[in-house]
């Protein structure tokens, strides 16, 4: 009895038993409607965006009547010259943009190393403890996280209590421009860090062993074979770290006080405090289209093969 | 003189023998094990020596100590006199292959092969003439532009092997670069090796489970087992007295004699004659009688298995090199085996 166990395990035969009821539910003569199957949830939440895209688009051509506060039925440019033509609007889109490229060339000089230590070591308490400190702010929500910053960086603050011990008048650390960008920093590692990782593992220690042999020390090495090598990985780390940065809301929203608006925060306002859907609808769309721009011009600088989508170039 | 202006690529031959490598009681112990127990060699200048062993014999971790890439626990090295335990692998003037060859992806084959030139910084006027050169010098002519994966298994072989020359260094190493190839290839790539090996007279330390390998290549072998090692003969010495029963057993196909006195006797499997009856084997001094228990065609030689009573039933490997001489004797027929005494292999216990 025992060893007929362990010869078709318990978990065979619930193997079994599943098998059997999808060929009922699905014979194998819709075998070639399978991969269309496997796209279907994807494909409906993509159909949904893309209505939904659709619906904002139709909205962003209507104006609002601020007498009647309904939109107006007759097409118009009119959303589009005032975001382009107001320099509150430009303002916000620098401020995002500047501040989304300084946060990715931060956080990846910051998260390279990381994740080189964390891939490379040969102590297992080490990675597991650099791993531990990489998930333990993923637990705690992006507006959770920033209040926590609140916490210890305002003006009767942790680091203001500390500096006060040695006689430092308060600072005014919050509010400002580097407490976004600082928020979003810490916010973006972890993300940065896991895409780096696989990257880095990817590469053969060997190659290191041999650029060492062949006359290169630490440097050089890292130079010439480790951040080359490790550029798809970079690349991907960039790419997320940057749109996640620029449609940002949370950070600039708690940490700047109102005084930081990114632009998810303008689109937010045209939403909610002005109720004008059409200029929101109107932001909404050309983010979209900033954030496609930017995707777009990585794509064709470095390839799509950079992200391990299709084949690697040749 | 800069590295990148010495003359041709065939250095001149040193008056009298010098030694390149010295390696002075050398011990490794990683957790209390000793991979490498004191060893200790010299190897002269424009010598091939293997390291041949099983897995876990210490090889490639001695291997990894001449390049510095791990540190002695005890024990010096010395590289043409120099002691080098201090000395990190990029100052240390070795070319290694590696046994995933770690090209550089990135990189075409003239780039790979001039990155050492670059990394030493050679004279950059100098370096295209010199990678030319050495690619050349493995038959890669022409070959230069492609990248790494768009040479073949053989190719990606030479181009390893002119990165790890092209700076002239004073040793070679070869850490089983040739251990995933077929075994047509493997044994085009040994030739090879030993052909820019004796064009170059460069100092060369290849580490190798592969017996034939050893016996093919080499000037001189080092065989190892558990850390130690057990003989440094040349090939022909090595095949024919074995120091002891270890190194008879690893290299060759060897048939051990029960022996009442504790001392251990062998025979290579290709000393013992066979035939059907004692009249084929005139000459023998030993001749025993046995039941075939295997035959096994290999084309050039068959191999028989024959159990043997009298040597309490042991099976002995019997290679008969000349098939038509007879029919193939088959399994369960009655067959008598002979050799010489002097062919027979005695070890102290």
Do not use: C
Not at chain 1, 141 to 158: D, F, T
Not at chain 1, 263 to 283: E, K
């Amino acid at each position: 009895m025992r060893a007929a166990k362990s010869a078709y395990p318990l978990t065979w035969r619930i193997m079994d038993a599943l098998e059997a009821f999808a060929a009922f539910v699905w014979p194998a003569r819709f075998g070639r409607a399978i991969p269309w199957l496997m796209l279907a949830p994807a494909l409906l939440l993509v159909g949904l965006l893309v209505l939904g895209l659709w619906q904002i688009g139709d909205v962003s051509l209507r104006t609002l009547d601020t007498s009647t506060f309904l939109m107006s039925e007759a097409y118009t440019l009119a959303n589009y010259q005032r975001a382009f033509t107001e320099s509150l609007f430009a303002v916000v889109a620098w401020r995002s943009l500047a501040g989304s490229l300084i946060v990715t060339v931060v956080t990846l000089t910051l998260a390279f190393p990381y994740a080189y230590v964390m891939v490379r070591t040969s102590s297992p308490t080490t990675r597991k403890l650099l791993l531990i400190a990489l998930f333990l702010p993923f637990f705690i929500g992006q507006v959770v996280r920033a209040y926590g910053w609140l916490i210890i960086l305002g003006n009767q603050g942790m680091v203001n209590e500390a500096l006060g011990l040695v006689r430092i008048a308060p600072i005014r650390l919050l509010y400002n421009y580097w407490a976004v960008l600082f928020g979003l920093v810490q916010y973006m590692l972890p993300f940065a860090v896991l895409m780096l990782a696989p990257a880095l593992t990817a590469i053969p220690e060997e190659l290191e062993a041999a650029a060492g042999s062949l006359g290169a020390d630490w440097a050089r090495t890292f130079r010439h074979i480790v951040l080359p090598l490790a550029r798809p990985g970079l690349v991907g780390a960039g790419l997320v770290v940057m749109t996640l940065s620029l449609t940002d809301f949370a950070m600039p929203a708690i940490l700047g006080g109102g005084s930081q608006d990114f632009i998810a925060n303008a689109i937010y306002d045209q939403f909610f405090r002005t109720s004008d859907q059409g200029l929101g609808s109107t932001l909404a769309l050309l983010l979209v289209a900033a954030g496609s721009m930017l995707v777009g011009l990585v794509f064709t600088l470095f390839g799509a093969g950079t992200l391990a989508v299709g084949r690697a170039r040749r | 003189m800069p590295a990148a202006l010495k003359g041709s690529a065939i250095k001149p031959k040193l008056e009298g023998p010098t030694v390149a490598v010295s390696v002075k009681s050398v011990n490794m112990v990683y957790d209390g094990v000793h991979a490498v127990r004191s060893a200790s060699f010299d190897l002269e200048t424009g010598k091939f020596l293997t390291i041949l062993g099983p897995s876990g014999s210490g090889k490639t971790t001695l291997l990894r100590l001449i390049a510095g890439s791990q540190r002695p626990t005890s024990g010096e090295i010395f590289i043409n006199g120099a002691a080098v335990s201090a000395v990190p692998p990029h100052k240390r003037s070795i070319g290694m292959v590696f046994q995933k060859l770690a090209l550089f992806p990135h990189m075409t084959a003239a780039e790979n092969v001039a990155f050492p030139l670059k990394m030493r910084r050679s004279d950059a006027r100098a370096i295209p003439a010199r990678v030319e050169r050495y690619l050349d010098m493995v038959r890669l002519g022409g070959y230069g532009t492609r990248r790494v994966h768009e040479l073949s298994g053989g190719q990606q072989q030479r181009v390893a092997i002119a990165r790890a020359l092209v700076f002239e260094p004073d040793l070679l190493l070869l850490d089983e670069p040739l251990a995933a190839l077929d075994r047509k290839l493997r044994e085009e790539m040994q030739l090879e090796f030993r052909r820019i090996q004796r064009e170059l007279g460069v100092t060369t330390i290849n580490v190798t489970h592969d017996q034939r390998e050893a016996l093919v290549v080499s000037d001189e072998i080092i065989v190892m087992d558990r850390g130690e090692i057990q003989q440094k003969a040349r090939p022909s010495e090595t095949y024919r007295s074995p120091s002891n029963a270890f190194v008879a057993n690893f290299i060759g196909v060897t048939n051990f004699l029960d022996a009442p006195d504790g001392e251990r006797r062998a025979i290579r499997a290709e000393k013992i004659r066979i035939a059907p009856t004692r009249h084929g084997l005139v000459g023998a001094d030993t001749i025993v009688e046995g039941i075939v228990a295997d035959a096994i065609f290999e084309g050039e030689r068959v191999v028989y298995e024959v159990r043997v009573a009298s040597l309490g039933d042991s099976l002995l490997r019997v290679f008969d090199h000349d098939p038509s001489a007879h029919s193939q004797l088959e399994p369960g027929s009655a067959v008598y085996l002979g050799w010489t005494a002097g062919d027979v292999l005695e070890f102290k216990p």
